[in-house]
């Protein structure tokens, strides 16, 4: 970084502190949390193969999914980063069966946000050297600050999302938010632990030919996806489009903000709702999608519009370039 003056994280979270609406500086030292655990977690992935941390801690999460020793790992480390700094109500976290609530009996205590995490997303990934993410939520709560937050506070439709954004741990590290004014990514220089604005303004192109999906569930689609997927594989116009999946939410919705493309978990015979969480990880990737011109619903309705009953709970999603999330939801439409 000589020559060219590039413009860091911190400094850009300083001059766009004010165009927050209530802003208190609260919103940005949150963000400044968040990438101070980014660069810790990030120090941890990046040496899963040098030391003996790989492999299941022996813990099963609520989903009865296996835990792999980086995902505790980065969990503890967002949270207690978070806790440390004193700057949030209360965190929801896809690795704890309930939320956690910050400074309870503190009535001075008159911080505002709630934050929700998927600490290391794609965690099946780490052991064979692939690209994982953490994604990060962050809502005003609606309970009364300076008391304990409640479930409702967590419970928020993704269109009350005050910031939201990823860290991919990939080729190179980067982290990339909105506050609702556009999306912003910073790539790590890991020589001097620095982030860069290296990604002015991201837009996923309106269309693009590239579409993520787990084809090995074909069977259990439903038939608006399948006649999609068919329609992608046709040769015609600019079709057959390219098939790429990742099978790390952050890495395959960043490539194709990047080139243009849609991602898919769909609901099947077999997972009525699909996989993916609404709270840890469709809201936030929604809430980026729009903010990059892009589009993201489940099937049906509009990511964003959902209201959460439970703070696990699952739901199909499409998300992508406009044009092609569209196409989509004309194929569910036409079998509904
Ligand atoms: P995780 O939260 O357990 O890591 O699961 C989420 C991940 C996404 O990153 C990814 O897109 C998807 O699961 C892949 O699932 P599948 O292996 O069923 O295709
Ligand atoms: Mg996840």
Not at 28 to 38: E, G, Q, T, V, W
Not at 237 to 247: A, E, F, L
Request: aromatic share 10%.
């Amino acid at each position: 970084m000589v020559g060219k003056k590039h413009k860091t994280l911190g400094e850009f979270i300083i001059e766009n502190q004010t165009s927050f609406q209530y802003s208190s500086g609260e919103l940005s030292k949150l963000i400044n949390a968040i990438r101070l655990a980014a660069k810790v977690v990030n120090h941890e992935v990046n040496k899963a193969g040098l030391v003996d941390i790989l492999g299941a801690a022996g813990d099963t999460n609520i989903q009865g999914e296996n835990q792999q020793k980086l995902d505790v790992m980065a969990n503890d480390i967002f949270i207690q980063t978070l806790k440390n700094r004193e700057i949030v109500c209360g965190i929801a976290s896809e690795e704890e069966d309930d939320f956690i609530t910050i400074n309870s009996n503190d009535e001075q205590h008159q911080n505002k946000y709630v934050v929700l995490i998927d600490p290391l997303d794609g965690s099946s990934n780490i052991d064979v050297n692939v690209s994982v993410g953490t994604i990060f939520s962050i809502y005003r709560r609606v309970t009364p600050v300076g008391t304990p937050v409640k479930l409702k506070d967590f419970l928020q439709p993704g269109k009350n999302q005050v910031a939201a954004g990823y860290i991919v741990y990939g080729t190179s590290t980067m982290l990339v938010y909105t506050t609702g004014h556009g999306v912003n990514g910073f790539t790590l220089n890991p020589a001097i632990g620095t982030f860069y604005l290296s990604h002015p303004d991201m837009r996923f192109p309106e269309t693009g030919k590239i579409y993520s999906v787990n084809e090995g569930n074909y069977i259990h689609f439903p038939q608006g996806v399948k006649d999609y997927i068919k329609y992608c594989q046709e040769e015609e116009d600019d079709r057959p489009y390219t098939s790429r999946y990742i099978g790390s939410l952050v890495s395959d919705f960043h490539r194709n903000m990047i080139k243009g493309g849609i991602y898919m978990y769909p609901k099947s015979s077999l997972a009525s709702n699909g996989k993916l969480r609404l709270l840890y990880e469709c809201n936030p990737m929604a809430f980026l999608a729009e903010q990059a011109n892009g589009r993201a619903s489940d099937g049906t309705t509009r990511i964003m519009e959902i209201k959460p009953t439970e703070l696990h709970e699952r739901a199909p999603f499409f998300c992508g370039s406009n044009k092609m999330v569209e196409k989509l939801e004309e194929f569910i439409d036409q079998q509904a």
